[in-house]
């Protein structure tokens, strides 16, 4: 298991930005893959953003072209930067890690997010 911790969340008027960090207790090197997912009041949780340890990405089409997913394996950290921020993307937020592709996802505690003018 990986021991996560998220940080930055908070209340955004719409149109502005905030930068999410994930900090992993493990070498992010040898995490397969770790990614963003949210869940809102009343719906399933949801992908947002995944980076492999090999620097590939994957955006959910609602966010695509307005968040970045980052990571930088000095400090065992992964980001996502949220811009153009809309109402729709109120949420809490998770990070999630994978060691390998059928190792059972680790999980952080979540941060909320709040869009709203």
Do not use: H
């Not at 990614?35 to 947002?48: D, F, I, T």
């Not at 400090?75 to 809309?86: A, F, G, P, R, V």
């Amino acid at each position: 298991q990986v021991q996560l911790v998220e940080s930055g969340g908070g209340l955004v008027q719409p149109g502005g930005s905030l930068r999410l960090s994930c900090e992993a207790s493990k070498s992010i090197s040898r995490i397969f893959v770790m990614g963003w997912y949210r869940q809102a009041p009343g719906k399933q949780r949801e992908m947002v953003a995944t980076i492999t340890n090999g620097d590939g990405v994957n955006y959910a089409d609602s966010v695509q072209g307005r968040f970045t997913i980052s990571r930088d394996s000095a400090k065992d950290t992964i980001y996502l930067q949220m811009n153009s921020l809309e109402p729709a993307d109120t949420a809490v937020y998770y990070c999630n890690a994978k060691r390998t592709p059928v190792t059972p996802p680790s999980w952080g505690q979540g941060t909320q997010v709040t869009v709203s003018s």
